[in-house]
T-cell receptor, first 115, second 115 residues
Framework: AQSVSQHNHHVILSEAASLELGCNYSYGGTVNLFWYVQYPGQHLQLLLKYFSGDPLVKGIKGFEAEFIKSKFSFNLRKPSVQWSDTAEYFCAVNGDGGATNKLIFGTGTLLAVQP | GAGVSQSPSNKVTEKGKDVELRCDPISGHTALYWYRQSLGQGLEFLIYFQGNSAPDKSGLPSDRFSAERTGGSVSTLTIQRTQQEDSAVYLC?????????????FGSGTRLTVV
């Protein structure tokens, strides 16, 4: 069965620090990969997605993620975080290149950015 | 409406009672998903509707759970004889196309507490 692992459950950073959140998945076939973000008191929002082409994907608010097929990874990065980036971040995978419409989510990473 | 609307936002029910959770997707979105988010866990896929096709019910945890989607729009998730382990946030999402790689828009969820 497909699974998604987010190794960092809780991350605390100071403003301007660099961010990297790990995401690994277990599926050997073609995948679509997503990062969703949930700001305090708000609903889940799509941050960025990968389904083909350039493995370096740029999303909203300066976030980016790199798909490394050999490592089954899709880590999220941001060079300089802001207090407003405080949120919970979820990695998700959809296997079979979109043939199935289920998203398998990781357990999430809670990011707290201190001013 | 502008977003995915879920009601009620909070529901407290006694163990053994039935509950109905409602989801009103974005107008024109043909795909509708239900997920469950339990404390300390990621989002768990429950069920997927696409147009007039038979729904993908493979994520429903037991036969106490059922869902329907009337007229290709509003969906109702029903939990019969609720148990304490059903306590979670139930999230609904919809997407414009029948492929999840277009990204889904999530509602704010219904927080269900079974006492």
């Amino acid at each position: 069965a497909q699974s998604v692992s987010q190794h960092n459950h809780h991350v605390i950073l100071s403003e301007a620090a660099s961010l990297e959140l790990g995401c690994n998945y277990s599926y050997g076939g073609t995948v679509n990969l997503f990062w969703y973000v949930q700001y305090p008191g708000q609903h889940l929002q799509l941050l960025l997605k990968y389904f083909s082409g350039d493995p370096l994907v740029k999303g909203i608010k300066g976030f980016e993620a790199e798909f490394i097929k050999s490592k089954f990874s899709f880590n999220l990065r941001k060079p300089s975080v802001q207090w407003s980036d405080t949120a919970e971040y979820f990695c998700a995978v959809n296997g079979d290149g979109g043939a199935t419409n289920k998203l398998i989510f990781g357990t999430g990473t809670l990011l707290a950015v201190q001013p | 409406g502008a977003g995915v609307s879920q009601s009620p936002s909070n529901k407290v029910t006694e163990k053994g009672k039935d509950v109905e959770l409602r989801c009103d997707p974005i107008s024109g979105h043909t795909a509708l998903y239900w997920y469950r988010q339990s404390l300390g866990q990621g989002l768990e896929f429950l069920i997927y509707f696409q147009g007039n096709s038979a729904p993908d019910k493979s994520g429903l945890p037991s036969d106490r759970f059922s869902a329907e989607r009337t007229g290709g729009s509003v969906s109702t998730l029903t939990i019969q004889r609720t148990q304490q382990e059903d306590s979670a946030v139930y999230l609904c999402a919809s997407s414009l196309r029948d492929r999840v790689d277009f990204g889904s828009t999530f509602g704010s969820g219904t927080r269900l507490t079974v006492v």
